[in-house]
């Protein structure tokens, strides 16, 4: 199939499963339960100690331009854990579209009882936007549509969120980015940033562990998420805690694919998780499905030994 109808099966496939998201790409990912930060400012400091999480998503894999997405974050607790802070960066690539994100986050947080805390987060950040028309190959040689990548533009955005959780328990409701961008698509660097409630994008995550027997523990988890003039979209996954080593799991996105995901917790700090998603739609013809992999380590800078890793 010629480069140039893949790019654009790609780029219809995305706008068809991400309506929603106008002039903008929303990046999924099947294991967003161990690192929500990257849709939820409020989520940082919520693991009580620096906690870093690195990404790789290689979407759609055989399909030329398909979405590959990394991802590197940090965050973690200040002022007796009633503050939060967090880093995150995010390279993106879908078709031509090059993105470059970055974005600090602060959350205050609040303990309520014993074990739980209730936070409000920002965050800000940038994110760096270039189409590549140059890669294209297209029909017509030195097609002019084509001979030039567009100049680099700066999107600006900023985000909210709110976010509950115990030792057992959480739920999250976010906005992550509240403005909408629009490269002027002419050849020039002209950005128009609007502040518009119809394109706001709300997550909303929830998940929950609970024990089976003594060496097994449950944990059902749900994303969703809404926009105006477009269906709701769920991600509902179950995994299973063996020995509190080992997450082996299962998960669906409506209207787009099952997933197969398992996490191996190596020391209390340490972690890798890998998943699979079979793509349900038409698009299975073309790809031979989705790999994500997630690495997380927990940093502990004070004299309590860490006995059992963190749930979320």
Sequence with gaps: MNKLIKTGLILSAVLM????????????????????????????????????????????????????TQTASIHGPLMNKKLGLGLTIMNESIGVTKQLSVYGNYAYRIQVGSNGAFAMGLQAGFI??????????TNEENDNEFLFNTPRVVLPNAGYGMYYN?????????????????????????????????????????????????????????????????????????????????????????????????????????RIGYSYDYTTTELSNYSNGTHEINLGYDFSFTKKKIVTPRYF
């Design 166 to 270: 115990t030792d057992k328990f959480y739920v999250g409701l976010s906005i992550p980015r509240m403005f909408k961008n629009k490269v002027a698509g002419d050849g020039s660097s002209d950005v128009t940033n609007s502040f518009e409630f119809k394109y706001w994008h709300y997550y909303l995550t929830s998940g929950y562990v609970f024990p089976v027997s003594e060496n097994v523990k449950m944990k059902p988890s749900v994303m969703i998420k809404a926009v105006q003039g477009a269906p709701l979209n769920a991600d509902v996954t179950l995994q299973a805690l063996f020995m509190d080593v080992f997450w082996l799991g299962i998960s669906y996105r409506t209207e787009d694919s099952f997933s197969a995901l398992g996490t191996f917790q190596i020391t209390p700090k340490l």
């Design 128 to 137: 760096n936007h270039q189409e590549n028309l140059s890669e294209v190959i």
């Design 17 to 68: 499963l991400n309506q929603s998201a106008r002039a903008q790409f929303e990046p999924q990912f099947t294991q967003y339960m161990f690192n929500e930060m990257f849709i939820n400012p409020a989520y940082a400091g919520s693991r009580e100690q620096i906690s870093a999480t690195m990404v790789y998503r290689n979407q759609w894999v055989g399909l030329d331009g398909a979405p590959k």
